[in-house]
């Protein structure tokens, strides 16, 4: 499967986002999906992850509250609607898709497909 992140840009702190994902291949509805993001000289981490069925979410603390993720498993799509920007918050963020089991999954290493990457940056 390939996966395009886009939706990206420069916002003030507080401010929204939109980042979707597209996805080809006949199998999106059966991948887990997750968003990870990556800041110079840190390592990649977690943000938030999505069952294939959508009924099942997990987040990273510190943006509970503030970001959603969503998926339509017709359009092949994966969402991160993203609120209340925090300067913490930019980086590059990536979609990346699981091929194995069903539950949510928050390991880099869980993960089999993985998209370019999208910048976000907040200012403050």
Known sequence: VQLQASGGG????GGSLRLSCAASGRSFSTYVMGWFRQSPGKEREFVATISWRGDRKYYLDSVKGRFTISRDNDKNMVYLQMNSLKPEDTAVYYC???SQGVAPKWETNDYDYWGQGTQVTVSS
Do not use: K
Not at 10 to 13: G, K, R
């Open 96 to 98: 990346a898709a699981a």
């Open 10 to 13: 420069l916002v003030q702190a």
